[in-house]
């Protein structure tokens, strides 16, 4: 794959140095055979240093997620070659199997089909917090 060039797919761009590899596991990238690369302190002039995410792939993707790991991040979708669309990403209210409650007592632990939902509860400080047990979401 020529990362300077994708066809179709998705590059996610200005995402915080070091939140690229949590991002491409959270986004279940290591689960596909989907071409991506991950690009890892690139210096940029604004941010000092980034990681950009290239999927090489006309993918739906998780803007949900990505706001969760970096609301700073931009989201390009590339088709024939050529930026067609900057997507706008802010903090989701709610997260939905994308995050799991660490709380080994939470319903959620023992209820296997139960979906695993948090709820931002404090939007400047990012905090997310389970909805069944009110614990907050690490990391
Ligand atoms: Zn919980």
């Known amino acids: 794959m020529n990362i300077d060039s994708i066809q179709n797919g998705v590059v996610i761009d200005h995402i915080t140095a070091g939140q690229g590899m949590k991002l491409y596991k959270l986004m279940k990238l290591d689960n596909t055979d989907l071409s991506v690369a991950i690009i890892k302190n690139v210096v940029s002039r604004k941010m000092g240093k980034k990681d950009i995410i290239k999927i090489d792939a006309d ?8 706001a969760y790991v970096d609301p700073g991040a931009t989201v390009n979708i590339i088709r024939h070659g050529e930026l067609v669309e900057k997507r706008q990403i802010e903090l989701p209210k709610t ?17 296997q089909e139960l979906r695993h ?3 931002l509860t404090d939007r400047e400080n990012k905090v997310y917090r389970c909805i069944y047990c009110e614990t907050k979401a690490g990391g």
Not at 59 to 66: C, N, Q, R, T
Not at 97 to 106: A, L, T
């Open 59 to 66: 993918i739906p993707v998780d803007l949900d997620v990505i």
């Open 95 to 111: 997260l939905t199997d994308v995050i799991f409650c660490k709380n080994p007592r939470c319903i959620t632990s023992t209820e």
């Open 117 to 119: 939902i948090f709820r």
